[in-house]
């Protein structure tokens, strides 16, 4: 009990709140805060890789049954209407490279969402072998309706982090993107061996 109340004064010190729901929330997140630990340092690397991939698969379950309301099948195809939006009536080839896929793989999701009305294939006015998407109304709407039915799984994805700890989690994230995606646009010729003496500090 004293320890109890030790916590809920530094609780109070730190919200100004009294709210005994929101307590049991700080509460959680104080004992759950870095509740994964790498017993090695050669071990945290592979942690890293193994966290964020199991991450990506727990959002895109949690987004499966949204997907499939909206006429969608994966989070892939949801990022290529955002794409498309974004970029303006870009070429294919734009698309496949701005949302990092593969060119058979993109073929065939584009052709789907073709398909499916989501989006119009036009002929480029300045170069007729160029092929430009743009959204139909059916696909503008089923972006934006993706987009207000998910941000409710926002929060709930987000766990209980508090403010400081998203901060740190999109710092380190947006680091981790530039640095690869640097790689992947510029230097995906190379060979593993010549990325990373170029690209690793020693």
Do not use: C
Request: charged content about 30%; overall charge neutral.
């Amino acid at each position: 009990m004293i320890e109890l109340l030790s916590f809920f004064q530094e609780y109070y010190e730190e919200t100004g709140s009294n709210d005994i729901g929101e307590f049991s929330v700080w509460l959680n997140r104080h004992f759950n805060r870095h509740p994964i630990k790498s017993t090695q340092t050669g071990d945290d690397n592979r942690m890293i890789v193994w966290l964020t991939h199991r991450l990506s698969k727990l959002f895109r379950w949690y987004a499966k049954d949204t997907l499939k309301a909206n006429g969608l099948t994966s989070m892939e195809e949801y990022f290529f209407l955002i794409s498309i939006n974004r970029l303006d009536n870009p070429s294919k080839t734009e698309v496949y490279a701005d949302t990092i896929t593969e060119l058979n793989t993109g073929t065939q999701m584009m052709k789907r969402l073709i398909d499916a009305g989501l989006i119009e294939e036009l002929t480029d006015k300045d170069d007729k072998r160029v092929k430009r998407v743009k959204l139909t109304s059916k696909g503008k709407k089923t972006r934006e309706n993706f987009f207000q039915q998910t941000i409710p799984d926002l929060k709930l994805k987000m766990g209980n982090l508090s403010d400081t700890e998203k901060k740190e989690v999109i710092r380190v994230l947006a680091y981790l993107e530039k640095f690869h995606s640097n790689i992947y646009f510029n230097d995906g010729h190379m060979s593993y061996e010549d990325i990373a003496d170029k690209h690793l500090l020693r």
